[in-house]
């Protein structure tokens, strides 16, 4: 225990900031964080310790009565959103102090990991003094440290008697329950709310910000071919199922996998004479022979954008190339939605200037909006339309999803200083 503490320690005392800037009120704010250190990381390790894979809904409540504890400490209402049995998933926590000055302020975090119970365990292990790895420690469960670690810094000093906060973690953002109007209708109706959103998903590190993140959604392919002898092939008996759903893949990669933060991927191609398919479970089978031309032919893939504006073009372009068939066969597609997404806005933008400036008056340098392409679909997708938003707010680390995903202890406590004290800031910001 002792050797554990010493670390703790020693990552805050290794992150002194140069604070010149800062008044006195953001001064205490990061001497609270310091003394409360130690306890956010029993914290951490605690919540890191339970499997909290997706599909396993008591550990995901655990997790959340672990945090819901820490919140009603600090004067927050707790709520358990409790889902259908049918969804298969946890439900989610939610958080709220309702005071009556300034924005309306939602903290986004979730419980849940991608790593179930029968994976593999990876417990919260020291293995070094700036690294610690176990399972969701970066994604997110440092995350959601990081605004209970903020809001007792808060609370402490008495600046959450008027705030307007609302803390949401969902029990499911790897694998939200279908259908999605109903394990998203809670939050996206609380979040049209708010005034901002601010997630806490595994930073970029101290000097890049996600102010926008691509949608994902999906598309389905059919492909039906005239079956014949194989000598037939380009002939009367036509091209066959498999060359036609060849030519409509290849053609959607000739035609826009040049465009920026567009891309589509066929994960399943399955072609021949007899073809069986679940998109849901993403698996299927086929038979077929070398000298039979193929009668039918699947494709399921994905198609990730940046604008709703940017999926709606991609989508009339891929129909219009599926369209033009070749001789002898029949093609459709069909498309389905997923995750909206978090389009770059100008309130996004000066959510961004804002921490920038909170980082710079903390010695910590400026803040940046970072690429897009490279964060995936998200919660906080589900209402970009509805409120600014910023995210990527969370811990440090690497690795996320895979074995051995780590967070950085060097910066894990400088992130929690400034999240604390930019969200300081903006309660102070008038409506």
Known sequence: MKNWLLTCLLSVGACTLNAQSLQPTEQKLIERIEANYPQMMDLLKNSVNINSGTFNVAGVK???????????????????????????????LVATRKGKKGKKIML?????????PDMPTNPFTVLNDSTITGQGINDMKGGDVIIIAAMKAMHQLNLLNDANITIYMTGDEENAGEPRSISRGDFI??????????????????NTIATARRGSSGWELEVEGKQGHSSGVFGAAGYGAIYEAARIVNSFRE????????????????????????????????????????????????????????????RKTMQHIVNNSLPGTKATIRFQDGIPSMAPTSGNEALANILSKTSEDMGLGKV?????????????????????????????????????????????PVLMKRSAVFIYRLTQVSK
């Open 189 to 206: 109706n609380r979040a049209k709310q708010h005034d901002m959103v601010l997630a806490f998903e595994g930073a970029a590190g101290l």
């Open 368 to 412: 940046v909006p970072g690429d897009p392409g490279s964060r995936g679909a998200g919660d906080i997708s589900y209402v970009a339309a509805y409120a600014d938003c910023l995210d990527g707010l969370g811990a440090a680390g690497r690795g996320s999803h895979a074995p051995g995903e780590t967070l950085n202890t060097k910066l894990f």
């Open 108 to 116: 986004l975090g979730h419980l849940d990991t991608v790593f179930e």
């Open 255 to 314: 035609t826009l996998s040049k465009e920026k933060y567009l891309t589509f991927n066929p994960g399943i191609f399955i072609g021949g004479s007899e073809v069986a398919a679940s998109f849901e479970q993403q698996k299927g089978e086929a038979s077929g022979k070398t000298n039979i031309i193929s009668p039918k032919t699947i494709v399921n893939g994905d198609l990730r954008f940046l604008t709703e504006e940017q999926k709606i073009n991609a």
């Open 62 to 92: 655990a997790v959340g009565d672990l945090y819901a504890a820490e919140l009603a400490k600090l004067g927050f209402t707790i709520e358990w959103i409790q889902l259908p049995d049918s969804l298969k998933r946890a439900g989610h």
